[in-house]
């Protein structure tokens, strides 16, 4: 199991003994994906979270309409999972699919359970996880409510090259709430 990346992760903010990393990774299952596979479809219990090693993964919901709508992506060194639907045992809210071929490493809720319970410096460092991604999601909120969309693309781009360059225009017009053809004008006036 490819296991240096997650261990840096989380070693920026907790410190772990050698026997606590050798317990956190036993929880984990490592999972090679295809791209446009699914880890999950709205509806469906949500039961891990990921971790990215490798690839591009994308949060998406689609609703009524047939409209889908891009949560986030996740590239690596970064998590990924529904976490309300997560936390709280519900059904599913979003789709996650696999962008780029990528390898995760998965863990369950209920393994993260048993990690809060053996080694409570993982409370600390999923607090700080679930703090940052909702910092994240209320700036870009924020964002979408307030900025013109050619801005929006502009910080998406200097924000995230490495995820611009390698997805389809189509998914980043999702997440920046504009439509395919808006965002190509966008960016025909900006060549």
């Known amino acids: 199991m490819k296991s240096d990346l997650i261990l840096s992760n989380i070693c ?25 596979e699914f ?54 809210m979003v789709n996650i699919q696999v962008v780029a071929p990528s390898s995760v ?14 080694i409570p410096e993982f409370n600390r460092f999923f607090r700080i996880l679930m703090q940052n991604a909702y910092c994240r999601e209320q700036l870009r909120t924020i964002q979408n409510l307030s900025l013109p969309a050619l801005e929006r693309y502009e910080r998406f781009i200097k924000k995230y090259p490495h995820i611009a360059n390698a997805v389809p225009l189509k998914q980043i017009a999702s997440y920046l709430g504009i439509t395919p053809e808006f965002l190509s004008a966008i960016r025909a006036k900006k060549d």
């Not at 219990?45 to 047939?66: M, P, T």
């Not at 490493?105 to 053996?118: A, M, R």
Request: hydrophobic content about 40%; overall charge negative.
């Open 12 to 36: 920026q903010y907790i410190s772990l003994s050698p026997m606590e990393k050798e317990y956190f990774l036993s929880l984990l299952e490592e999972g090679n994906l295809h791209k446009k």
């Open 39 to 92: 880890l999950l479809s709205q509806g469906e219990s949500c039961k891990h979270i990921y971790f990215v090693n490798s690839g591009i993964l994308r949060a998406f919901h689609i609703n009524q309409e047939g409209k889908d709508s891009t949560v986030m992506f996740a590239v690596k060194d970064w998590w990924i999972t529904d976490m309300h639907c997560f936390l709280n045992v519900v059904p599913s």
């Open 105 to 118: 490493l998965k863990l369950s809720k209920e393994n993260l359970d048993k990690l809060y319970d053996e």
